[in-house]
């Protein structure tokens, strides 16, 4: 909670920094960057710092956490603290990288606000700073124990034992440890970070959801190639597209995320779109080795069949639930797909028990349109949770 004297200055400063706030990060970065470039080179995607995503994200999370220590000083965001929380333990983020973050971004803040910062304001934007900070390392540290790691020792060594192509753009990947042991339990709609070294030399880290069920002593990641249109092109996908091979080994991180499959017998929906199939790939495939009689409904959008990454896996494996239905939309469903909708997803005229609990991953325009419908159905937005891949762009989605 803050203080009563921080309360009033960061009420009134809020608007003056929050219409800085996007020039302040995109400094932030350029001071440290500039004062320890590894970080750029072997911790932060450069493909994100190149769009402005990830300045973008830094100056949501930051005017989203001041904004609620202000107007709802007796809660605190969990969902954005646990997400951003869970990213961080997946690159091995460690307590003490908080007070170069703090070192940067207020020196950041000064040389943009000027005369504005007086002491009175410094003190209070200090105080929200570190309120966020210790949040996020008591969760991290949590993430770290529950993992069974030491605080960013994260990493294990993994051989690819074989490759898949499941669409053009799209390869599945098979993970084993090198010693042989079990590769460790992990919760269905988790992710593991994997670190490449790139023809520069720079070791780049990605996410990628586990799209397996638990149980098994291998792991599975599915990666889709990112192409460079609008965005960069990814990096770490097309070297993984170009380069990983069966025999090859890879560092990849423990487990960690926090769109996990729900316990319980409540209904669930999952939806999603393009990649964003992996995770809810991995949930079903828990509800169906379980037999649950939960009633699940599944709903998937994507350009064509033919880039519908798991197509033939979703299908077995909703047919294998008691109480599951499935429901496509393509773009262009050609004559493979007749049981499909043609264009966009569209929740709004699908039977949807009471007390459902919803899960989406897939790009931002169709989690925002698909939770847009569910909010307008009576759906309490509490019971709708989502998956970003890269950087948190929606934030106060939940």
């Known amino acids: ?12 400063t809020l608007p003056v920094v929050g219409a800085a706030i996007g020039e302040i990060t995109e400094l932030f970065y350029a001071k440290l960057f500039d004062d320890r470039p590894e970080l750029l080179r072997d911790l932060f995607n450069r493909g994100n710092q190149a769009s402005g995503e990830q300045q973008k994200a830094l100056a949501g999370s930051i005017a989203a956490f001041a904004s609620m220590l202000v107007e709802h000083p007796e809660a605190r965001p969990d969902a954005m603290l646990a997400r951003i929380a869970n990213k961080h333990a997946s690159l091995g983020i460690t307590s003490d990288q908080y007070k170069l973050v703090h070192q940067h971004l207020f020196s950041a803040i000064a040389e943009v606000l000027g005369e504005a910062v007086t002491e009175e304001v410094a003190a209070a934007w200090d105080e929200v700073y570190w309120l966020m900070a210790n949040a996020l390392i008591a969760i991290e540290a949590r993430l770290y124990r529950d993992s069974g790691a030491a605080e960013g020792d994260i990493w294990q060594q993994m051989e690819i034992t074989e490759r898949r192509v499941e669409t053009p753009d799209t390869v599945s990947l098979i993970l084993r440890r090198t010693d042989g042991s079990s590769t460790g339990s992990f919760r269905p709609g988790q992710y593991v970070s994997v670190q490449v070294q790139l023809p520069d030399g720079a070791r780049q880290i ?7 069920a638990p149980g098994s002593r291998q792991w599975r990641i599915t990666v889709k190639r990112v ?74 959008a994507d350009r064509t069949p033919a880039d519908h990454a798991h197509r033939n896996e979703q299908h077995r494996l909703v047919k294998a639930l008691p109480h599951g239905s499935l429901h496509l939309w393509y773009e262009a469903p050609g004559a493979t797909a007749p049981e499909a909708s043609s264009g966009q997803a569209d929740v709004t005229a699908l039977d949807l028990p009471e007390g459902l609990t919803a899960y989406l991953c897939g790009p931002l325009p169709f989690m925002r349109a698909v939770r847009g419908d569910l909010l307008r159905r009576g759906l309490p937005a509490e019971s709708i949770h989502y998956e970003v891949f890269g950087p948190d762009l929606w934030l106060g989605g939940e």
Not at 1 to 12: K, N
Request: hydrophobic letters at 40%; aromatic letters at 4%.
């Open 1 to 12: 909670m803050l203080s009563e004297q921080s309360t009033p200055v960061i009420r009134d």
């Open 206 to 212: 990605r996410q990628y959801s586990l799209s397996c």
């Open 227 to 300: 192409r460079g249109t609008d965005t960069p092109e990814g990096e770490v996908s097309s070297w993984l597209h170009d380069h990983a091979q069966v025999g090859q080994v890879l560092t990849v991180s423990a487990p960690f995320g926090d769109l996990v499959l729900p316990e319980g017998d409540g209904p669930l929906l999952l939806a999603s779109a393009g990649v964003g199939i992996t995770p809810m790939l991995a949930m079903l495939g828990e509800l169906a080795a379980a037999a649950t009689p939960r009633a699940v409904t599944v709903v998937h």
